[in-house]
């Protein structure tokens, strides 16, 4: 994954890292598998505002809780925090409760 990421094969990774994650393969300690760090790098290289979000998002509700500072940070840049911080928190609850 590594050396697709150096040679930009940006594509591939995506690729694959969303069948990783679809198959449900796991992190450590029930953890968000590394697959969505590999997407968040990605898409914040390459400037997909909507993908870098939502894959941020699933990783705080798959128990990161220091991906929510970076959630605020995405939505304060989009000008949106105000809107959308009910949601994210709401969010954030109801995934966490479904457990």
């Known amino acids: ?13 995506e690729k694959l890292c969303k069948e990783a994650i679809e198959k449900k393969i796991y992190g450590h ?10 997407l968040e790098q990605i898409y914040a290289e390459t ?3 909507d993908e870098l979000t939502e894959t941020v998002r699933y990783i705080l509700f798959q128990w990161d809780t220091a991906y929510f500072m ?3 940070n995405i939505y304060q840049q989009q000008g949106v925090w ?16 479904s457990e």
Do not use: C, H, S
């Open 29 to 38: 300690f029930n953890r968000p598998a590394p697959w969505a760090y590999y």
């Open 70 to 72: 970076k959630l605020k």
């Open 82 to 97: 105000k809107r959308q911080r009910r949601t994210a928190l709401a969010g954030a609850f109801e995934e966490i409760a």
């Open 1 to 13: 994954m590594d050396k697709a990421i150096a040679e930009k094969d940006y594509q591939q990774v």
């Open 47 to 49: 400037g997909k505002q």
